[in-house]
Nanobody, 124 residues
Framework: QVQLVESGGGLVQPGASLKLSCAASGITFSNYVINWFRQAPGKEREFVGWISRAGDRTRYADSVKGRFTISRDNAKNMVYLQMNSLKPEDTAVYYC?????????????????WGKGTLVTVYS
Protein backbone atom coordinates (compact mmCIF):
# COMPACT_ATOMS: atom_id res chain seq x y z
CA GLN A 1 0.00 0.00 0.00
CA VAL A 2 1.33 3.40 -1.00
CA GLN A 3 2.04 5.71 1.87
CA LEU A 4 3.33 9.26 1.78
CA VAL A 5 4.11 11.05 5.02
CA GLU A 6 5.01 14.71 5.21
CA SER A 7 6.92 16.26 8.08
CA GLY A 8 8.79 19.41 8.98
CA GLY A 9 5.99 21.93 9.17
CA GLY A 10 5.86 24.52 11.90
CA LEU A 11 5.38 28.08 12.99
CA VAL A 12 7.91 30.61 11.70
CA GLN A 13 8.32 34.32 11.15
CA PRO A 14 8.52 35.97 7.75
CA GLY A 15 11.91 35.57 6.14
CA ALA A 16 12.61 32.30 7.87
CA SER A 17 13.31 28.94 6.27
CA LEU A 18 11.78 25.52 6.67
CA LYS A 19 12.54 22.19 5.09
CA LEU A 20 9.69 19.80 4.56
CA SER A 21 10.20 16.10 4.00
CA CYS A 22 8.06 13.53 2.28
CA ALA A 23 8.75 9.88 3.07
CA ALA A 24 7.38 7.27 0.70
CA SER A 25 6.78 3.59 1.18
CA GLY A 26 4.95 0.87 -0.68
CA ILE A 27 6.03 2.08 -4.11
CA THR A 28 8.98 1.84 -6.45
CA PHE A 29 9.90 5.37 -5.59
CA SER A 30 12.02 6.14 -8.62
CA ASN A 31 9.03 5.45 -10.89
CA TYR A 32 7.14 8.43 -9.53
CA VAL A 33 7.20 12.13 -10.15
CA ILE A 34 6.74 13.75 -6.76
CA ASN A 35 4.66 16.87 -6.51
CA TRP A 36 4.08 19.38 -3.76
CA PHE A 37 0.78 21.16 -3.36
CA ARG A 38 -0.54 23.43 -0.66
CA GLN A 39 -3.89 24.55 0.59
CA ALA A 40 -4.35 27.74 2.54
CA PRO A 41 -7.33 28.24 4.86
CA GLY A 42 -10.44 28.94 2.83
CA LYS A 43 -8.65 28.51 -0.48
CA GLU A 44 -8.36 25.80 -3.09
CA ARG A 45 -5.40 23.47 -3.23
CA GLU A 46 -2.66 24.88 -5.43
CA PHE A 47 0.40 23.50 -7.15
CA VAL A 48 3.79 24.32 -5.63
CA GLY A 49 6.28 22.29 -7.64
CA TRP A 50 7.36 18.88 -8.85
CA ILE A 51 10.53 16.90 -9.32
CA SER A 52 11.18 14.32 -12.00
CA ARG A 53 11.78 10.66 -11.34
CA ALA A 54 15.55 10.97 -11.57
CA GLY A 55 15.59 14.32 -9.81
CA ASP A 56 17.13 16.09 -12.79
CA ARG A 57 14.18 18.35 -13.54
CA THR A 58 12.01 20.54 -11.41
CA ARG A 59 9.22 22.98 -11.99
CA TYR A 60 7.74 25.54 -9.66
CA ALA A 61 4.74 27.78 -9.37
CA ASP A 62 5.56 31.41 -10.04
CA SER A 63 4.62 32.29 -6.47
CA VAL A 64 7.48 30.21 -5.04
CA LYS A 65 10.05 30.29 -7.83
CA GLY A 66 13.44 31.37 -6.57
CA ARG A 67 12.48 30.75 -2.94
CA PHE A 68 11.55 27.06 -2.86
CA THR A 69 13.68 24.12 -3.96
CA ILE A 70 12.63 20.50 -4.37
CA SER A 71 15.12 17.68 -4.15
CA ARG A 72 14.91 13.93 -3.78
CA ASP A 73 16.96 11.00 -2.58
CA ASN A 74 15.75 7.87 -4.34
CA ALA A 75 17.97 5.66 -2.21
CA LYS A 76 16.08 6.82 0.87
CA ASN A 77 12.64 7.20 -0.74
CA MET A 78 12.60 10.83 0.34
CA VAL A 79 11.67 14.13 -1.24
CA TYR A 80 12.39 17.50 0.29
CA LEU A 81 10.93 20.96 -0.07
CA GLN A 82 13.34 23.65 1.04
CA MET A 83 11.44 26.86 1.64
CA ASN A 84 13.35 30.09 2.07
CA SER A 85 12.26 33.68 2.54
CA LEU A 86 8.90 32.57 3.77
CA LYS A 87 5.99 34.97 3.58
CA PRO A 88 2.67 35.04 5.43
CA GLU A 89 0.97 34.05 2.19
CA ASP A 90 2.91 30.78 2.25
CA THR A 91 0.81 29.72 5.23
CA ALA A 92 -0.90 26.48 4.24
CA VAL A 93 -1.06 22.76 4.66
CA TYR A 94 1.58 21.30 2.38
CA TYR A 95 1.01 17.96 0.68
CA CYS A 96 3.26 15.71 -1.30
CA UNK A 97 1.72 13.60 -4.02
CA UNK A 98 3.06 10.85 -6.24
CA UNK A 99 2.29 10.63 -9.92
CA UNK A 100 3.20 8.02 -12.49
CA UNK A 101 2.00 6.69 -15.79
CA UNK A 102 0.58 9.06 -18.34
CA UNK A 103 -0.55 11.69 -15.86
CA UNK A 104 0.59 15.28 -16.09
CA UNK A 105 2.89 16.48 -13.31
CA UNK A 106 1.39 19.34 -11.40
CA UNK A 107 -2.19 18.45 -12.18
CA UNK A 108 -3.87 17.47 -8.93
CA UNK A 109 -6.36 15.17 -10.61
CA UNK A 110 -3.55 13.06 -12.05
CA UNK A 111 -1.93 12.22 -8.75
CA UNK A 112 -1.95 8.57 -7.74
CA UNK A 113 -1.35 9.03 -4.03
CA TRP A 114 -1.40 11.83 -1.50
CA GLY A 115 0.02 12.37 1.92
CA LYS A 116 -2.03 13.84 4.74
CA GLY A 117 -0.13 17.10 4.82
CA THR A 118 1.94 19.17 7.21
CA LEU A 119 1.00 22.64 8.38
CA VAL A 120 3.25 25.64 7.76
CA THR A 121 2.32 28.87 9.46
CA VAL A 122 4.18 32.09 8.72
CA TYR A 123 3.14 34.79 11.15
CA SER A 124 4.14 38.41 11.39
Amino acid sequence: QVQLVESGGGLVQPGASLKLSCAASGITFSNYVINWFRQAPGKEREFVGWISRAGDRTRYADSVKGRFTISRDNAKNMVYLQMNSLKPEDTAVYYCAAQTGSGIPGRAGDMNSWGKGTLVTVYS
